[in-house]
């Protein structure tokens, strides 16, 4: 089957990108290891999906008998995983796709069609070191160098420790001749050099997307804090203008994140119907639930299709928004954060074709540890260029 007639029947993309066509080219070339990086709302899971599941088509496998989709975050993997899962429907109802991690661990083998799992998760596997397996600690290593691997987000992996064991596994897989991609729409040049260290990649294995989503995003700075000495910031304007439009407000620490979702809601008199928190603590029946929620309030698509919904949506949440979950906010509302940060929460707004919308970006109080979770150092750069680049 050829890669447009693919991309129209199962995704309902008539025209894919070119990081698209190019990653179905070099993965059936079997070209490994392979770097993707595009930008959000560019259709990265796509990308890597097309040729897996065209296999299932065919019925030859030449790839790989089975795929592993690797996410830095649990609260990640359940939507992800939804979205492939409904693919790989239109493909064949036979084909599985099961979740892998501490709240919900359905394959502890990694022996489905397709795993969709955290690093943690993959590493236990890997290593042999899995307690959901008994004495059966050969079956998910085996699975695994069975499989092509997929790192999607991981520029998300920016603490030293996870860094360095995202990387060892990399080096290791390389090693074992095991197929693996990584994919990414803001990693650093520094922390790319720094993952391929020891791993050559030429020209052909690298796929860096060029194109740019032809939608309006206006940004501005704003002047003081969001949140400073336990109290909440919202200028009367602002707040006619969150329940007007579709919106989504970031912050950068869950106590925060708790305390605006409250403050909103009582200010602008909602219902549990027109706001939600988003944050990696809940449960897993509260997380899922939340995860739906969020969906129904902001325009996402379906089946190919924008949704847009009636009346008020606004969604509270923390960093974990930043990837993973395929909505567009008319209006964001966020915390300043390190750069890469910053660009993929903008990918949340005004995020399809010929969309517009507006991004307000308010700086972190200088007391009570307010950088956190992040490095000052990292904020004030972003900060500094900001300033300096204002339209």
């Not at 309902?12 to 990086?37: C, E, G, T, V």
């Not at 649990?74 to 501490?102: K, T």
Request: with cysteine.
């Amino acid at each position: 089957m050829k890669v447009e007639q693919f991309y129209k029947e199962i995704f309902n993309i008539y025209s894919p990108f070119d990081h698209q066509i190019n990653l179905w080219k070099r993965i059936h070339a079997k070209n490994f290891p392979l770097l993707l990086k595009a930008p959000t709302g560019s259709g990265k899971t796509e990308a890597v999906l097309a040729p897996f599941l065209s296999q299932f088509v065919e019925n030859k496998f030449n790839i790989a008998p089975r795929m592993i989709y690797v996410l830095p975050m649990r609260v990640l993997v359940n939507s992800v995983a939804d979205r492939i899962r409904q693919y790989a429907e239109r493909v064949s109802p036979g084909i599985s796709v099961e979740v892998q991690h501490g709240d919900v661990p359905n394959s502890p083998f990694f022996i489905a069609d397709i795993v969709v799992t955290t690093l943690d998760q993959f590493l236990y596997g890997f290593a042999r070191a899995s307690g959901q397996v008994g004495r059966h600690l050969d079956i998910p290593a085996g699975s695994i160098a069975s499989s092509i691997v997929v790192f999607d987000e991981a520029h998300m992996y920016r603490d030293s420790f996870t860094f360095s064991i995202m990387r060892a596994l990399m080096e290791i897989l390389q090693k074992s001749h095991i197929p693996f991609i990584v994919m990414t729409a803001t990693m650093p040049e520094t922390l790319e050099k720094s993952l391929f260290e020891n791993i050559p990649l030429n020209n052909n294995q690298k796929i860096i997307s060029d194109i740019t989503i032809s939608s309006q995003l206006e940004i501005s700075l704003a002047e003081s804090p969001l949140f400073s000495n336990n109290n909440i910031n919202f200028p009367d304007k602002l707040l006619d203008k969150i329940k007007q439009k579709k919106t989504l407000i970031v912050l950068n620490q869950v106590k925060r994140a708790q305390k605006v979702y409250d403050e909103i809601k009582s200010m602008l008199d909602l219902t549990d119907n027109q706001i939600v928190l988003l944050h990696s603590r809940f449960t897993k029946v509260d997380r899922e639930s939340h995860e739906k929620k969020a969906l129904s309030l902001i325009p996402h698509k379906e089946n190919g299709k924008i949704v847009i919904p009636e009346g008020v949506g606004i969604v509270v949440s923390t960093q974990v928004l930043e990837a993973g979950i395929d909505f567009s906010a008319e209006l964001l509302i966020t915390e300043l954060a390190p750069a890469d940060s910053i660009i993929q929460r903008a990918g949340r707004c005004a995020r399809y074709e010929n969309e517009s919308g507006e991004m307000i970006i308010f700086p972190v109080e200088e007391e009570n540890r307010g950088h956190l979770p992040y490095e000052k150092e990292h904020l004030s750069k972003t900060l500094k260029w900001l300033q300096n680049n204002k339209q």
